[in-house]
Structure formats: C-alpha cells, structure tokens
Nanobody, 116 residues
Framework: QVQLVESGGGLVQAGGSLRLSCAAS????????IDWFRHAPGTERVLVAQ????????YYSDSVKGRFTISRDNAKNTVYLQMDSLKPEDTVVYYC?????????WGQGTQVTVSS
C-alpha cells in the first residue's frame, strides 16, 4: 500500500511559479506511474501530467504543456510538478495519484490559487 502527501500549493500571482511535491510512503515506489490531476468543484478530475516509473516517459495535457514539468526522484519517493507561467484558470485543487497493476492510490490534494 502507498500513502501520498501533496505539498507546495499556495497563493501566487499570475505569471508566477509553484512547485508541488507528492511524497510517498511504502516500498517499490518506482513501480508506480504517478499522475497529477486537478479538480474543480462540480467538475470531473482532469489529468494534467503523468510520469512513468523510471521517469523516462511523461505526458502533459494541452492546457499545461510548455508551462508545467513533471519529474520524480525515486530515491526520495517523491514526484514534483513544477508549474511556471501560472494563470488564474490554474486555480484549483491538485491531487497526485499512484497507479500500478490496476490499483490507484490518491493523496489528499493541495490548493493552488493564482491571482490576476
């Protein structure tokens, strides 16, 4: 089993940057694909970035491509989401998820607020 804790959210002005962290407990962290989702109230969760277990493969949604960078440090059991050129529409709760063999674990989320 994996427990995930997100951190790094907060308030930032448009054009600014934040780095989110997703720290995992448990063993064999490198077997998990890690996703970052965002979820606004009343809407479905949206995948914004994904990274493979060894970090060689990444995915970004069109809305964040070129602005966000996902990376991982398996020695520290941590995945990062570097968010640059933030826009007010990036304001939402961000969640990380770890997936392997059909099982998905979720963190509790971290709020990002971008002021105009």
């Amino acid at each position: 089993q994996v427990q995930l804790v997100e951190s790094g959210g907060g308030l930032v002005q448009a054009g600014g940057s934040l780095r989110l962290s997703c720290a995992a407990s448990g063993r064999d962290f490198s077997i998990y694909i890690i996703d970052w989702f965002r979820h606004a109230p009343g809407t479905e969760r949206v995948l914004v970035a994904q990274i493979s277990g060894n970090g060689d493969n990444t995915y970004y949604s069109d809305s964040v491509k070129g602005r966000f960078t996902i990376s991982r440090d398996n020695a520290k059991n941590t995945v990062y989401l570097q968010m640059d050129s933030l826009k007010p529409e990036d304001t939402v709760v961000y969640y990380c998820a770890a997936a392997s063999r059909g099982v998905v674990y979720w963190g509790q989320g971290t709020q990002v607020t971008v002021s105009s």
